[in-house]
Structure formats: C-alpha cells, structure tokens
C-alpha cells in the first residue's frame, strides 16, 4: 500500500536489545511525526520533523531516539526499553495544515 | 497544554440511526479539529477536519459542528452502516506549531453499528 509505509508491522524485543522501526512517505510531504498508541489511552505524540529539522520533542524518554535523515523518511531508534513501552508505534505526514496521514503501525512488545 | 476529552467512550445505535460524538477542548486557541477512523487493526484515517473560522462541514453522511465559545466540536453520522463501526477519535490543534501538526487526541470512541 502506497502513502505511509512502517517496518516491521511486528516486532518483539528484550530490554537490552536495540531495535529501530522505519517509516517512508511517498506523498511528498514536508512534516512527519511519531505518535504512540497505548490501550486505553489517547494517541500521544512523540516526535515532530518539518524539513528533516525536528521541531518537537514531547518530553520522550532518552531511550527513544529519532532519526529523519530526509524529509520522506523517519526512524525511531530504540534501546533499553521497559515493558510499558509496550505499545503501537505510528509514524503519520502532513503538508503544511492539510491533514496528517498515519502509516499502518509497528506493534511493539518490550519482554 | 492542550487537553481534549471525548465522550462518549463507547456507542452502540443500530443501522440506519445517527450517531453523535462529542469532544471538548481546553486552547481557545486552537484552529484545526480533525477527525479519524480506526477500523480494528488498521492505521487511523481521517474522514473530516473543520478550521477555527467555520461552524460546520458536511461530507455525505458525515456533518462535524464546531462551536468556539463553547470550547466544543461533534461528530454527526446519519444513516449509519455497519462498516461505520471503528474506532473515533477527535483532535485539536493549538497554534504555534507552524506547518505542523502538534494535535492533541482525544481518548476515542468505539462505535458498534448493529445490522
């Protein structure tokens, strides 16, 4: 599926692994977020990036280190996570005020 | 910071009624409300979005009202249909963020379209 891509769709590592997820964009876009999905609690967003620049840093853990090498792709680079990292991963683009669109997710279990 | 809270958690109607979600917002601020679709185990999709300088939109049988003053914006289905049965969740965004996005979300509202 064309849009926003995200690898892998699943990943399972241990606390002192180190891991990245990936996410491509093919709409041309100048923004890309990473966004945090937990059960039972609100989309939280993690990471801004406007022209590979990162613009926000919402208060994330040091053990979640972003990556936009170009502004059609992303990486969140993760090592020594706790289980309550346990989480869906999304990675989402914009172009300027017109609508973010969400890649499909990395489900991320931390055992 | 922004806060939005959403209402209610979850809805049941049976096909063909309407279907009303709720959102409220704490940025009079804030300038852009969208709203997102997520089927079971599939990426959010936004279905409509309504900016600060509007009262309401409509796309087909989807409507979403905006009131300032109140600090609150909704979602309207009509005629619902059992492929309406996803989760809801609304956004607001404060200004300030430039180009991008800093949305907010609320916690989400899971519809159950009855056949």
């Known amino acids: 599926e064309t849009g926003v891509t995200q690898t892998p769709r699943h990943l399972v590592m241990g606390m002192t692994n180190k891991k990245s997820l990936k996410c491509e964009q093919h709409l041309g876009h100048n923004a890309m977020y990473w966004y945090k999905q937990s059960a039972k609690k609100p989309l939280e967003l993690m990471f801004v990036?406007?022209?590979?620049?990162?613009?926000e840093n919402n208060s994330v853990p040091s053990r979640f280190s972003p990556e936009c090498p170009n502004s059609s792709h992303l990486f969140l680079h993760l090592h020594t996570l706790q289980p309550e990292d346990s989480a869906l991963y999304l990675c989402a683009s914009s172009q300027d005020l017109r609508g973010a669109f969400f890649g499909q997710g990395t489900r991320l279990t931390v055992v | 910071g922004e806060n939005v809270e959403q209402h209610p958690s979850t809805l049941s109607v049976q096909e063909g009624d309407s279907a009303v979600i709720k959102c409220t917002y704490s940025d009079s601020a804030s300038n852009y409300f969208p709203w997102y679709k997520q089927e079971l185990g599939k990426r959010p999709q936004l279905i409509i979005d309504i900016r600060s300088n509007v009262g309401e939109k409509k796309d087909q049988r989807i409507a979403v009202t905006l009131n300032k003053t109140a600090k609150h914006f909704s979602l309207h289905i009509t005629e619902t249909q059992p492929e309406d049965s996803a989760v809801y969740f609304c956004?607001?965004?404060?200004?300030?963020?430039?180009?991008?996005?800093?949305?907010?979300f609320g916690k989400g509202t899971l519809l159950t379209v009855n056949p």
């Open positions: 956004a607001a965004n404060p200004p300030g963020g430039g180009s991008n996005y800093k949305l907010t």
């Open positions: 990036y406007n022209f590979k620049e990162q613009t």
